[in-house]
Nanobody, 122 residues
């Protein structure tokens, strides 16, 4: 069982930046960030394989950057030019087996963090 612990959320104004981190307790394959706003389904934000292949949702492409440090078992999400519609609880997730970057879905991921709140005010 791999434990995931997120950090870095907060309250910022529109246009600001935040960096999320996710520390994993063990080896993981593909990792990703998902988010869930009130009343909405959990959606993918970005995923990254161990080799560095990435996927971004269209809504964050060009503003967010996902990265990972395999030696430290840590995942990052750099979020720039934040918008009020980015407000959500952000979850870190990891898979037990290799997952590609085509149409990633929450159901494909086995381990989840507790979530960190990101609130963007207008």
């Amino acid at each position: 069982q791999v434990q995931l612990v997120e950090s870095g959320g907060g309250l910022v104004q529109a246009g600001a930046s935040l960096r999320l981190s996710c520390a994993a307790s063990g080896y993981t394959f593909t990792m990703g960030w998902f988010r869930q706003a009130p009343g909405k389904e959990r959606e993918v934000v970005a995923v990254i394989t161990r080799s560095g292949s990435t996927y971004y949702a269209d809504t964050v492409k060009g503003r967010f950057t996902i990265s990972r440090d395999n030696a430290k078992n840590t995942l990052y999400l750099q979020m720039n030019s934040l918008k009020p519609e980015d407000t959500a609880v952000y979850y870190c997730a990891a898979s037990r087996v290799w997952r590609g970057t085509t149409n990633p879905r929450p159901a494909e991921y086995d381990y989840w963090g507790q979530g960190t709140q990101v609130t963007v005010s207008s």
